[in-house]
């Protein structure tokens, strides 16, 4: 495994733990600041600045947990691009848990020798109870 797939391997990692334990700023540190979120059913968000308001939201936030199995890491030169399988709970501040699964095609962009989330497709769906 080179280098550059352990960075980023650890750049999901990082995400997944902070993203459970709601550290918005640690996520907003893992993406470019022109990064775009494209998703099924929804207009793409663009930005970080987009990313943050959506996360932030209004009143409590909810609770978020799940898995990423990345399948595959193609890394060329400043750029690298992945897909995993994501699996994700989400548990609002009442009620019970959404659970959404799908893959995800996600592209990186290596900054001051730093990989960032540049672009990311995801087509997560719900998953049947």
Do not use: C, Y
């Not at 990313?51 to 609770?63: D, E, L, V």
């Amino acid at each position: 495994m080179s280098d550059d797939e352990r960075q980023i391997r650890q750049l999901v990692a990082t995400w997944m733990a902070a993203t459970k334990a709601g550290k918005l700023d640690t996520v907003l540190d893992l993406m470019a600041d022109d990064v775009v979120f494209l998703r099924a059913g929804h207009p793409a968000m663009v930005g970080k600045a987009a990313f943050a308001a959506a996360a932030s939201g209004q009143g409590p936030a909810p609770r978020f947990d799940g898995t990423s199995e990345i399948q595959e890491i193609q890394v060329h030169g400043d750029w690298a691009f992945m897909w995993t399988k994501l699996a994700v709970a989400v548990t609002p501040p009442t009620g019970a848990p959404t659970k959404l699964a799908g893959p995800t095609l996600s592209v990186l962009r290596r900054e001051g020798g730093k990989w960032l989330l540049a672009r990311d497709a995801n087509m997560l769906a719900p998953v049947p109870a």
